[in-house]
């Protein structure tokens, strides 16, 4: 499967983005789908995952409250709806694709990637 994740860009704090990452298509192995941040000089950090069937979703507590992750299966696409924005928040976002059937937080359990969008938030 293919991710292409879209929808970064320069915000100021306070602000609000939407990413988008659409599969190329779906596979049986594809149970979940995350998403993923990484600011310079850090590791790939857990941003929320959600579940295609059924909905579960899983979120880190620095986002907990301010960010909404949702998929429309129909056209193989999940979103990251993030408000309140914060210079913290400022990061190469990827999308990434899980075979595992608990919605999981960790990058190794997650088998295909896309190639990241930047949200810079000014403060």
């Known amino acids: 499967v293919q991710l292409q994740a879209s929808g970064g860009g320069l915000v100021q704090a306070g602000g609000s983005l939407r990413l988008s990452c659409a599969a190329s298509r779906r596979t049986f192995s594809s149970f979940a789908m995350g998403w993923f941040r990484q600011a310079p000089g850090k590791e790939h950090e857990f941003v929320a995952a959600i579940r295609w069937s059924g909905g579960s979703t899983n979120y880190a507590d620095s986002v907990e409250g301010r960010f909404t992750i949702s998929r429309d299966n129909a056209k193989n696409t999940v979103y990251l709806q993030m408000n309140s924005l914060k210079p913290e928040d400022t990061a190469v976002y990827y999308c990434?694709?899980?075979?595992?059937?608990?919605?999981?937080?960790?990058?190794?359990?997650?088998?295909?990637w896309g190639q990241g969008t930047l949200v810079t938030v000014s403060s």
């Open positions: 990434a694709s899980t075979s595992s059937m608990r919605v999981v937080v960790a990058p190794h359990e997650y088998d295909a």
